[in-house]
């Protein structure tokens, strides 16, 4: 890899919907543990936003 290239993430590989489902669920939790509850309904008052517009 060169100096100029970004770091591969993983995320641009592909995936099964079921597991980027999990992967959405985990990711979630651990930041109900670090933001707190609220910080969740955010994101997912968002996220249905997103879906309805």
Same mark, same amino acid.
């Given at each position: 890899?060169?100096?100029?290239?970004?770091?591969?993430? +993983?995320? @641009? !590989?592909?995936?099964?919907?079921?597991? @980027? +489902? %999990? $992967? =959405?669920?985990? =990711? @979630?939790? /651990? /930041?109900? %543990? /670090?933001? +707190?509850?609220?910080?969740?309904? =955010? $994101?997912? $008052?968002? /996220? !249905?936003?997103? !879906?309805?517009?």
């Amino acid at each position: 890899m060169s100096a100029g290239e970004a770091k591969p993430t +993983g995320e @641009d !590989l592909p995936v099964m919907e079921n597991e @980027d +489902g %999990v $992967r =959405r669920l985990a =990711r @979630d939790a /651990r /930041r109900a %543990v /670090r933001e +707190g509850p609220e910080a969740i309904a =955010r $994101r997912q $008052r968002a /996220r !249905l936003a997103e !879906l309805v517009a």
